[in-house]
């Protein structure tokens, strides 16, 4: 018995639909474009705690008040730098559910990006 072109055809569709579906769950994009689904939080020179919610992957963020304290709440790992840009070295990685501070002495991160 043969199968109808049609129904190949919609078995094929359905398969990438699902692949690219797990691969969203996987890696953290959404619907509405590519983002870090979930929270990062940082602290502020002044201790002020400021959260930011499902940011984008693509792209430079800046932190404006800078960071001295940052907490990756989200689903994908992030770089921070101390320069506005995301340029330069002395940059610090900080993966997936995990937090880091600035070294004594060091200036606050002022900009991270998302690593995808």
């Given amino acids: ?6 129904r190949r055809l919609a078995v094929t569709a359905g398969t990438a639909l699902l692949a690219t579906a797990v691969t ?6 959404s619907g509405l474009g590519r983002a870090a689904v979930g929270t990062l939080v940082y602290k502020t020179e002044q201790q002020h ?3 930011v919610t499902t940011p984008s992957v693509t792209g430079c963020h800046k932190l404006p008040n800078g960071a001295v304290e940052i ?4 689903v994908l790992d992030l770089v921070a730098y101390p320069t506005a840009d995301c340029t330069g070295g002395n940059t610090t990685y900080i993966a997936t559910t995990l937090s ?3 070294a004594p002495g060091a200036g606050p991160w002022r900009s991270y990006s998302i690593v995808h």
């Fill in 71 to 74: 907490t990756n709440h989200t």
């Fill in 49 to 51: 705690e400021i959260q």
């Fill in 24 to 29: 969203c769950a996987v890696t953290g994009c």
């Fill in 100 to 102: 880091d501070v600035i």
């Fill in 1 to 6: 018995m043969s199968v109808p072109p049609y």
